[in-house]
């Protein structure tokens, strides 16, 4: 049974969008289409001028016989005086006043230079008039022709749009049962569908709702196939995530701004519907499958327990709450700082899941004494720990001693609180920034991982894990909505160098496979998720450029240089680390060193709890005794 939502009405294109279609085509052969039809009109105006000067009676008996071959020289003069003018190069859709005075002035030159030419060849026998009034019957025939088109294009418009907007007319790359649902919808919002794509043999001779099959999607990078489009939609949303991204990859080398229909995946969410078109989002080009979920496991760690996240307003956090909210937790606890990060997931989980119970709690992971009440009271079983500061220059210099209380002294507090509260499973979000750190954010979390494995050690009932991963896409502060913004306000947009790489994953992707981390865990264990390969953040920038319909020579790259603490490449592992394979095939364990003894937890954690905090380079240096990895860039 198909899940792909059915439109109310299956729509056919209108005469107008017929039309629209029509001349679309014609268009990218403007010049040669002008030039014909001038010079049908500049012979129908030398007609014309016969009939006025003579009568209906002697307009044709009275021409001498070499009427025809005269037409025709002047209908050849005329021909190149406009190309020289380059008339045919207007655009008669927005012909004004400019393109009456170039007619004017080209209709000028070109009728005297036909009178000198027919006086010098003393063909007398041409009435003399016609050679005087022709150059303005023509003007007159021209001009009407263009503003006649002008007054049709903008009818049409009118009638497909409802409105003066600009017509919008699309390539759709895919023939399936998305594909005419898809036509309907666009043709009820105004659009001009040109043709369709598809690599299926069946399907090229067929129509879809009046749109021809035109070639396979390859095809679309032939200017004749994309002649007249505005955009490029691709519409395959059962297709795999690799030939999804082949199709945006081909679309995108056209030139022109790409949209696709949701994924298979937010279709059967009921989160979209097919006729509404969005842009590309960075994580349609990822090209990885779905993660599949061990779904029985999950549902058996969260169903009907209450569950705690930290952090419950931030980017991790929020769509870990809206994803275990399906499983049907008994309960779910919100644990944030912001005030108003609490209340937009509050919301958000209110109208998606009105009979969820909710707790919703103002609080700080670095206030011991209210972790452990709100522990005491609510009773978590699980505890998804996803409150951090991660943005790394940021968190370098004056905000060091920040970074290492929210993030290391924070993680311990919340640890300490689940174990005391006799919480079954307690899971931080740790990254790919703890590897090797160098910078103070990574360092951090690689101290916080230290602390949760001395933790672990101690004999709790509870369960402590940690699963690392790299960048999440469309998280607060990532590049690509600073990308976005850069691009829409035309450039340049910066990168900080040309051979930076960074690991990338879907938020919903990473909070899938934490799920599924805290299925398998085991206490001690690092999970390592699998990132798939290194993107270079330069061709992220570049496919943003070209989804939008831009070159890179509109919008322009600079490279600003390599911020403090910042690497050119990221790790998931440590040198010295181990991985063994997990029971998933995305995630892998992390066999960490046991270097964290109790004496090296309680100086940290002596260290950390200190009121006074030295200078940035003096944290640095003492972060690097517990750190021993640490090495500042």
């Not at 995108?252 to 969005?278: D, N």
Request: hydrophobic fraction near 45%.
């Amino acid at each position: 049974m198909s899940l792909l939502p059915t439109p109310k009405r299956m729509t056919s294109p209108s005469t107008w969008h017929r039309l629209d279609r029509f001349l679309a085509r014609i268009r990218p052969h403007r010049q040669a289409t002008s030039l014909v039809i001038d010079g049908v009109v500049i012979a129908a105006c030398w007609n014309f001028t016969y009939l006025f000067r003579l009568g209906f009676e002697r307009w044709w008996s009275a021409r001498p016989s070499y009427d025809l071959w005269v037409m025709a020289g002047v209908i050849a003069v005329y021909l190149v005086t406009f190309t020289v003018a380059q008339i045919p190069r207007g655009m008669w859709r927005f012909s004004g006043f400019g393109e009456v005075k170039r007619l004017t002035v080209a209709c000028g030159i070109a009728g005297l230079t036909s009178a000198v030419l027919v006086l010098m060849l003393q063909l007398t026998e041409v009435p003399r008039a016609v050679l005087a009034l022709h150059p303005l019957v023509a003007l007159m025939g021209l001009c009407m022709v263009r503003v006649s088109y002008r007054m049709l294009y903008e009818h049409a418009r009118s009638r497909i749009t409802g409105g003066e907007s600009e017509v919008r007319r699309a390539v759709v790359m895919g023939a399936g049962e998305a594909a005419r649902m898809l036509l309907a919808g666009l043709h009820q919002e105004g659009w001009t569908v040109l043709g369709l794509l598809d690599d299926d043999p069946a399907k090229r001779t067929a129509r879809i709702l009046g749109a021809p099959v035109l070639g396979t999607l390859a095809d679309v990078g032939n200017r004749t196939v994309t002649a007249g489009a505005t955009h490029i939609i691709t519409a395959l949303p059962g297709a795999t995530a690799r030939q999804r991204r082949r199709a945006i990859e081909l679309a995108s080398a056209t030139g022109l701004p790409v949209l696709t229909v949701p994924s298979f995946s937010e279709l059967r969410e009921g989160t979209a519907r097919i006729e509404r078109v969005r842009a590309i989002e960075p994580e349609d080009l990822l090209g990885r499958d779905p993660v599949q979920l061990d779904e029985p496991g999950v549902a058996e760690l969260i169903s009907g327990k209450t569950v705690l996240i930290t952090g419950a307003g931030g980017s991790i956090g929020s769509e870990l709450c809206r994803q275990v909210a399906l499983y049907g937790p008994a309960k779910l606890v919100l644990y944030e700082l912001s005030e108003f990060a609490l209340y937009q997931i509050e919301q958000q989980l209110s109208e998606l899941h009105p009979r969820l119970p909710l707790v919703r709690l103002m609080g700080d992971v670095k206030n011991l004494a209210h972790l452990r009440a709100t522990f005491a009271a609510q009773r978590p079983q699980v505890i998804f720990h996803a409150a951090a500061f991660k943005h790394v220059p940021l968190m370098e210099d004056e905000n060091a001693w920040a970074a290492l209380q929210n993030n290391t002294l924070g993680t311990w507090n919340a640890a300490t609180a689940a174990a005391e509260a006799g919480a079954e499973r307690f899971v931080m979000i740790s990254t790919d920034k703890a590897v090797n750190p160098t910078n103070v954010m990574g360092a951090s979390k690689r101290a916080a991982e230290m602390l949760l494995s001395h933790l672990a050690m101690q004999g709790h009932a509870t369960i402590f894990s940690a699963v690392r991963f790299g960048n999440v896409l469309g998280s607060s502060g990532s590049v690509i909505p600073k990308f976005k913004e850069q691009i829409a306000k035309g450039g340049p947009v910066t990168v900080t160098h040309p051979d930076i790489t960074r690991y990338f994953m879907t938020i919903r992707e990473a909070v899938r496979l934490v799920l599924q981390a805290a299925v398998l865990a085991q206490t001690g264990q690092v999970y390592v998720l699998d990132m798939g390969e290194p993107v270079r953040i330069v061709d992220l920038a570049r496919d943003l450029i070209r989804l939008a319909g831009h070159r890179e020579a509109e919008i322009g790259i600079v490279f600003s240089g390599l911020r403090p603490g910042e690497k050119l490449f990221e790790e998931l592992l440590a040198d010295a680390d181990q991985t063994m394979a997990s029971r998933h095939p995305r995630l892998r364990i992390a066999k960490l060193q046991e270097d964290t003894t109790g004496r090296l937890a309680r100086d940290m954690l002596e260290w950390l709890r200190c009121e006074n905090a030295a200078d940035a380079p003096t944290q640095r240096q003492r972060l690097t005794g517990f750190v021993p990895e640490y090495r500042r860039t």
